[in-house]
């Protein structure tokens, strides 16, 4: 992983994916004017994920596709019948409650790529996590064959995601695949929706390979989604006849969902057009902006918090900002910047950061203590650098949170500890007299040295 993508993973823009395990997804910057269809003028960025900042918690909270299907349609989204499966025992009764003749069994998993992927304890040749059933039957053989097993696809990464979820719904006859998105274009403030004829694919490869098959359409916020935007997005769509009616409406009441719900993605991929051209969301993605959950709490309901990372789970307990990363040498920091800053030089000098950790401005010596040990439960950590420069964040009240959590862990691997600021004499004389056995640095390229060669000698 080099700077540019840990730069994005912290500082995004906003991306059409944002099943973020393990995050490196590609994604778009969007350049459009309101009511005009841009194309051709993608850039390809990195995936989304809210910046961190002290005090509050900010990586966007994804549910599934049945929970996102279920906020849609009470927005009067076109839908198909279908059944959430939580327990195997359930699967049969749920099969048999929708009519057929054709079943789709869908894993419900936070990530993409699902009818590309594989299950770890399946053969080669089994199929993937979305399978087409022709007969009740079928369906039951594919639940029982997915349910509780492990899949892998190509946004999971290598260990891949266990299904303990399935989504029954009633099959539906395409006749064109579309693809849709709604999220915030943060190069000209607005919401837009991003349109493509070549939907039910990887639209990361359509903007890359042919970008003029994509259209943005901006939306001005005191208007809302008007029926001149919709308009616009039936065109860019190619809708005609009673599918472009239908078109129009859904993009309105899309934008309607998108905005009073705090969403921060919406995808569809696939919106089809059904052999008797009417509209309908075969598939729905869900992101929402975690500053927004405490106005929704019937959203908050809906987080399955074994689809994230259990660090970041403890991590947001004690509204640290944290996100975990694929190095060897932790980081506690204290501001967003000087945590990059701390990252940067630690690639500098031929390491790689775990994690990104921003332990805040007002973080007590319980979130410190908190801090320091979801970071050494990594087990990828061989050593773990403090860099704090005290504003508004004492150095005492670090260094008392350190030697605790050093003590309660029984820290083994190398600790370099870098302070500056407010009440930093007394940081330092709480470290030099705990006993621990930590390096002490002058600024915070001697600590990026000094850690990197303390884990690759």
Known sequence: MN???INRQIYPVPAFANYRQKRFLSAIRLTPERGTPKTGSLQLMRPQQPRPHSGRK?????????????ILQTFGAPIAAGVAITNLDDAESAIASLPGPVWVVKSQIHAG????GKFKELGPDAKGGVRVSFSAEEALENAREM????????QTGPNGKAVNQLYVEAGAEIDRELYLSILVDRETGKTSFVASTEGGMDIETVAHDTPELIHSVGITASTGCTDADAATIADALKLTGSARDQGIALFKNLYEAFSSKDMSLLEINPLIVTKSNDVQVLDAKVSFDNNALFRHPDILELRDETEEDEKEVEASKYDLAYIALDG??????????????TMDIIKLYGAEPANFLDVGGSA???RVTAAFKIITADPNVKGILVNIFGGIMRCDVIAEGVVQAAKDINLEVPLVVRLEGTKVDEGK???NSSGLN???????????????????G
Do not use: Y
Request: hydrophobic share 45%; with cysteine.
């Open 113 to 116: 790529g699902r009818g590309k």
């Open 429 to 431: 004389a709480i470290i």
């Open 58 to 70: 900010t990586v966007a909270m994804n549910i599934h596709e049945h929970q996102a299907k279920k």
């Open 364 to 366: 007590t010596t319980e």
């Open 328 to 341: 060897e040498i932790g980081c506690m920091v204290n501001g967003a910047g000087l945590a990059m800053a």
């Open 438 to 456: 930590v390096i002490a640095a002058d600024d915070l390229d001697d600590a990026a040295q000094k850690i990197v060669k303390a884990v690759k």
């Open 147 to 154: 349910f509780g097993k492990t899949l892998v696809t190509k």
């Open 3 to 5: 700077l540019r993508q």
